[in-house]
């Protein structure tokens, strides 16, 4: 896959859109969710959490004296800290996404794209792992709106790898690195080298104590299989070539063999309570975005 332009893939129109979806997100954080991002860590914001004994080796400045003069002990007003939350965009760049039209890995840049952008305007800090493409390094968690530009044509560089390894491989690789623990939102087609890719990825992910989200990304032709006659089938994984001769029977089977294998990763997040929404590359990515934060569990 050639090296796009930012205004080829992220056009002024899509830029535009995030806009309002920024006012979406800032509601409802600033609303239902506002409480789940205090920390148990005790900081120096401006909310009372309670008072400790001062004990030496303490700061003394942060001693309550009009407390002292009530009670004459020496104590310390401790208060709840915000978190400084990171949201982490794992974009898979294996060989499976790179079809359909649109891409499905042009549509999952722009998702990463819109949910960095809105990570960024909520003040935290979002950070982007190109999962599978080793030409190009992580984009570490940063703060600010200042830096989406430079993302965008962060994104609009990586490229989906000719040689990529198992989705569980490239996800250790990363855990190995022990990321700060957030928000991790894997954006991918859940298609892997076995069925079983995509559970151990996941696993890894929850042993690394990352509170997880997936947006799947799929194009509606995969969920189906057209026409009739014999066929050559090309895994875009391993590269793997088989004939087949489609008949109604054939179609049958595919269409059960995807749903069931559908129904199992739902049956997987519901079980370990991951967000998972999935959508269909022709939607647009503005309605995507706006359905993955009044889903919750995309926003923090």
Same mark, same amino acid.
């Given at each position: 896959?050639?090296?796009?332009?930012?205004?080829?893939?992220?056009?002024? %129109?899509?830029? $535009?859109?995030?806009?309002?979806?920024?006012?979406?997100?800032?509601?409802?954080?600033?609303?239902?969710?506002? =409480?789940?991002?205090?920390?148990?860590?005790?900081?120096?914001?401006?909310?009372?959490?309670?008072? *400790?004994?001062?004990?030496?080796?303490? %700061?003394?400045?942060?001693? %309550?004296?009009?407390?002292?003069?009530? +009670? $004459? #002990?020496?104590? @310390?007003?401790?208060?709840?800290? /915000?978190?400084?939350?990171?949201?982490? !965009?794992?974009? %898979?760049?294996?060989?499976?996404?790179? +079809?359909?039209?649109?891409?499905?890995?042009?549509?999952?840049?722009? !998702?990463?794209?819109?949910?960095?952008?809105?990570?960024?305007?909520? !003040?935290?800090?979002?950070?982007?792992?190109?999962?599978?493409?080793?030409?190009?390094?992580?984009?570490?968690?940063?703060?600010?709106?200042?830096?989406?530009?430079?993302?965008?044509?962060?994104?609009? #560089?990586?490229?989906?790898?000719?040689?990529?390894?198992?989705?569980?491989?490239?996800?250790?690789?990363?855990?190995?690195?022990?990321?700060?623990?957030?928000?991790?939102?894997?954006?991918?087609?859940? +298609?892997?080298?076995?069925?079983?890719?995509?559970?151990?990825?996941?696993?890894?992910?929850?042993?690394? *104590?990352?509170?997880?989200?997936?947006? #799947?990304? @799929?194009?509606?032709? /995969?969920?189906?299989?057209?026409?009739?006659?014999?066929?050559?089938?090309?895994?875009?994984?391993?590269?793997?070539?088989?004939?087949?001769?489609?008949?109604?029977?054939?179609?049958?089977?595919? /269409?059960?063999?995807?749903?069931?294998?559908?129904?199992?990763?739902?049956?997987?997040?519901?079980?370990?309570?991951?967000?998972?929404?999935?959508?269909?590359?022709?939607?647009?990515? &503005? &309605?995507?975005? $706006?359905?993955? !934060?009044? =889903?919750?569990?995309?926003?923090?």
């Amino acid at each position: 896959m050639p090296i796009q332009e930012v205004d080829d893939l992220f056009d002024a %129109d899509f830029r $535009k859109n995030l806009e309002s979806l920024r006012l979406l997100s800032r509601r409802l954080v600033n609303g239902r969710q506002r =409480a789940e991002r205090r920390s148990s860590k005790r900081g120096s914001s401006i909310e009372f959490a309670e008072y *400790r004994r001062f004990t030496p080796g303490d %700061d003394w400045r942060n001693i %309550d004296w009009n407390a002292y003069a009530r +009670w $004459k #002990q020496l104590v @310390l007003k401790l208060f709840v800290e /915000e978190e400084d939350l990171h949201v982490h !965009l794992l974009v %898979d760049c294996t060989l499976s996404m790179d +079809w359909g039209s649109p891409c499905k890995f042009d549509v999952a840049r722009q !998702l990463t794209a819109g949910l960095a952008y809105l990570a960024l305007a909520n !003040l935290d800090r979002a950070g982007v792992v190109p999962l599978g493409y080793s030409k190009q390094p992580i984009w570490r968690p940063t703060r600010g709106r200042g830096k989406f530009l430079a993302l965008l044509r962060y994104l609009a #560089q990586c490229e989906v790898e000719s040689d990529s390894n198992c989705l569980s491989d490239v996800v250790r690789k990363w855990t190995d690195t022990r990321p700060r623990r957030g928000l991790t939102i894997l954006l991918s087609d859940l +298609w892997g080298r076995d069925e079983e890719d995509i559970f151990r990825a996941l696993d890894l992910l929850r042993h690394a *104590r990352q509170e997880v989200a997936i947006l #799947q990304v @799929l194009h509606p032709d /995969e969920l189906s299989v057209d026409g009739r006659g014999d066929y050559d089938l090309v895994d875009r994984e391993t590269g793997h070539s088989r004939k087949v001769l489609i008949d109604p029977a054939i179609r049958r089977a595919y /269409e059960k063999r995807v749903s069931d294998y559908q129904e199992r990763v739902m049956r997987y997040c519901r079980r370990h309570s991951i967000a998972f929404l999935t959508t269909e590359c022709t939607a647009s990515p &503005e &309605e995507t975005l $706006k359905a993955a !934060l009044l =889903a919750g569990g995309f926003v923090r």
